[in-house]
Nanobody, 126 residues
Framework: EVQLVESGGGLVQAGGSLRLSCATS????????IGWFRQAPGKEREGVSC????????AFIDSAKGRFAISSDNAKNTVYLQMSSLKPEDTAVYSC???????????????????WGQGTQVTVSS
């Protein structure tokens, strides 16, 4: 059974940091790209960052560049999203997703993703 389980969300003040984790199981980790997406109330889902596990190539949306970092622990089949200098506009439900044999994940097309987690809430207070 494929599982993606997010953790690490919470309430933080503006300027603070959070590290989200996406623990995966049930598929060959190296064959996938893992993306982080977020959806705020009343807004469309948007891609935030992604990593192609096989070669470690990464991508970020412009608003995340310089503030967020993505990494993977291949021994644990887990991807991390380190978020710093958080802003109220980062408030959203953050979900991770897995895309089979996606070597360039930079267009954040949700149609490429085969499996999704349930999400974790991130709230940034001003």
């Amino acid at each position: 059974e494929v599982q993606l389980v997010e953790s690490g969300g919470g309430l933080v003040q503006a300027g603070g940091s959070l590290r989200l984790s996406c623990a995966t199981s049930g598929f060959t980790f190296d064959d996938y790209a893992i993306g982080w997406f977020r959806q705020a109330p009343g807004k469309e889902r948007e891609g935030v960052s992604c990593i192609a596990i096989s070669d470690g190539s990464t991508a970020f949306i412009d608003s995340a560049k310089g503030r967020f970092a993505i990494s993977s622990d291949n021994a644990k089949n887990t991807v991390y999203l380190q978020m710093s200098s958080l802003k109220p506009e980062d408030t959203a439900v953050y979900s991770c997703a897995a895309a089979y044999e996606l070597w360039d994940c930079s267009d954040f097309d949700t149609a490429d993703y085969n499996y999704w987690g349930q999400g974790t809430q991130v709230t940034v207070s001003s």
